[in-house]
């Protein structure tokens, strides 16, 4: 399986900030890759698909880049709705695999 | 509305089975692949398995292989995971999660809310 290792796995920040977390595949994976929000106890939420395609309703403040086996996720001003816990997928091949996920906490 | 609803999930002792189901309204069910996503309490998300919208094709983790298996009912929109010979391991919150697959990318964009299963004696 394709393993995906995301980076830093917690991260502390405030309102206003800039905040990039990565994500590296084991092997290419082209654009394959998506960014997911979650909040505790809720499900998680698509933010970004295709590496770098916004899913539709989700803030512009929000931004994905990468191909191949390096990818980053950057919210471009965070949000106090922000914080929460960010999770890769790579959709290339089953079976599909995320990243340990990165906690965004209040600094 | 969209919805994705699960069921199924309790308290059940190592070794036992147990059906998850997954209740989808609101859009073509049979049009698309569904998955299972689950959480281990404080844990990240894990792929369980996935199957096809006609139902012909399944995928597995490796954890699960063996043990798991998806089916569907596209006549009642519903989705279903059996788990066999379940341990400890298999604690977690179970998703499911409708796959989309455009020409301009891959994804998983509605969920359900999820449903615990907990083994433990």
């Known amino acids: 399986a394709i393993q995906m290792t995301q980076s830093p796995s917690s991260l502390s920040a405030s309102v206003g900030d800039r905040v990039t977390i990565t994500c590296r595949a084991s092997q290419g994976i082209r654009n394959d890759l998506g960014w997911y929000q979650q909040k505790p106890g809720k499900a998680p939420k698509l933010l970004i698909y295709?590496?770098?395609r916004l899913q539709s309703g989700v803030p512009s403040r929000f931004s994905g880049s990468g191909s191949g086996t390096d990818f980053t996720l950057t919210i471009s001003s965070l949000q106090p709705e922000d914080f929460a816990t960010y999770y890769c997928?790579?959709?290339?091949?089953?079976?599909?695999?995320f990243g340990q996920g990165t906690k965004v906490e209040v600094k | 509305q969209m919805l994705l609803v699960e069921s199924g999930g309790g308290v059940v002792q190592p070794g036992r089975s147990l059906r998850l189901s997954c209740a989808a309204s609101?859009?073509?069910?049979?049009?698309?692949?569904m998955h299972w996503v689950r959480q281990a309490p404080g844990k990240g998300l894990e792929g369980v398995a996935v199957?096809?919208?006609?139902?012909?094709?399944?995928y597995y983790a490796d954890s699960v292989k063996g043990r798991f298996t998806v089916s569907r009912d596209n006549s009642k929109n519903t989705l279903s995971l059996q788990m066999n010979s379940l341990g400890p391991e298999d604690t977690a919150v179970y998703y499911c999660?409708?796959?989309?697959?455009?020409?301009?990318?891959?994804?998983?964009?509605?969920w359900g809310q999820g449903t615990l299963v907990t083994v433990s004696s």
């Open positions: 999660a409708r796959a989309v697959y455009t020409s301009n990318g891959d994804g998983l964009d509605y």
């Open positions: 609101g859009f073509t069910f049979s049009n698309y692949d």
């Open positions: 295709a590496a770098s």
């Open positions: 997928l790579q959709d290339y091949g089953y079976p599909w695999t």
């Open positions: 199957i096809s919208y006609h139902g012909s094709n399944e």
